[in-house]
């Protein structure tokens, strides 16, 4: 009797440890799932890192991309990052809002953590071949993050988004001539002025000293004029075309559309 009472006595404690392990899993799940702000637009500012009006105008870049190309990039800022790595927050805030359309994985995240000091550009599946980690470390660690170190939350912000939309919306083969992407230095930016003031003094030189330069000058303005009024013409008519084949976004509120991401991006700090 006592033995079997002994028995069941530690099967009631066995089963109330286990209940309590359930209890304590189910409340850190919960507390988890609370760090989690909630999708209230495409500008989510809860660190209080922008203004008023970068705010607005990042706002609407966003919704001019979104309205042309379907494409969802959303800006994220939290006070802190709750003891977790830049990374997984990122992709789980990702996943949580579902940005992006859910047959394209088309969706773009700007997370910035001023207290942990990261940034982190994270993007969606069906993105990961154009905007990949690479230029998104490129954009996360030239763009952003030396204004982040001299305090200018806004101008990094701003900046970064600009470069993302850039590379969203050209051509790599133009991206590569942008050293405004690449690289923010100014001793590039020198060589090349000195290089210009050169070249215009050897060509007035030229001008001032031979006729027949003079002459093969005005050949070349010439045959330039025609050439650029038909290239002109063209280009901007398929410009033009692209812009109207996109539309808006029916419905007045702003949700994710179920994109996933699988960490594609880059992480910065400063």
Not at 103 to 111: E, S, Y
């Amino acid at each position: 009797m006592d033995v079997a009472l002994r028995r069941a006595g530690h099967g009631w404690r066995r089963a109330l440890a286990a209940g309590l392990v359930l209890v304590l899993a189910s409340v850190a799940l919960a507390a988890r799932a609370a760090d989690i702000p909630p999708l209230t637009g495409r500008v989510v500012d809860n660190a209080r890192l922008l203004d008023a009006a970068t705010a607005a105008t990042l706002d609407a870049k966003l919704a001019d991309l979104e309205a042309k190309s379907g494409i969802q990039l959303v800006v994220a800022t939290v006070p802190s990052l709750g003891g977790d790595e830049i990374e997984p927050y990122a992709n789980r805030l990702f996943r949580a809002w579902k940005l992006g359309e859910k047959t394209r994985d088309n969706g773009v995240l700007l997370l910035v953590a001023p207290t942990e000091r990261r940034a982190r550009i994270e993007v969606g599946y069906g993105l990961e071949a154009t905007l990949t980690d690479a230029l998104s470390h490129v954009i996360v660690s030239n763009a952003m993050t030396p204004r982040f170190k001299a305090g200018d939350f806004s101008g990094g912000i701003s900046r970064g988004i600009d470069d993302i939309i850039t590379v969203l919306t050209t051509d790599a083969s133009e991206w590569q001539k942008r050293p405004s992407l690449r690289v923010d230095a100014s001793p590039r930016h020198e060589r090349v002025n000195w290089l210009a003031i050169g070249g215009i003094g050897l060509f007035l030189l030229l001008m001032m000293v031979s006729r027949s330069f003079r002459w093969l000058v005005f050949a070349m303005l010439l045959s330039g004029r025609s050439y650029g009024g038909s290239y002109g013409g063209s280009y901007g008519g398929t410009r033009g075309g692209w812009g109207g084949g996109f539309g808006r976004r029916s419905g007045g509120g702003f949700a994710g559309g179920g994109g996933s991401s699988g960490g594609g991006g880059a992480t910065g700090r400063w």
